[in-house]
């Protein structure tokens, strides 16, 4: 079950989602798309470095290592 902070950032991105689609659909000013698209960035901002341990901690997690010849 998902705890409030989840669904206040699910809201958060509804949100931000529908301003840009707004935006682009010419059904609200320009700005507004450019505000949806800020607050996405902010909402993931705090949910992909909360994501992060768990998914380096999981035992399918695999890191990848790039070397240069």
Partial sequence: MSNAGDRQRDGLSVIAISL??????????YILGHVGVR???????????????DACAASEFQPVSFQVE
């Fill in 20 to 29: 840009v689609l707004c935006a682009f659909l010419g059904t609200a000013r």
């Fill in 39 to 53: 607050l996405f960035f902010v909402v993931s901002g705090f949910l992909i470095p909360r994501l992060l341990p």
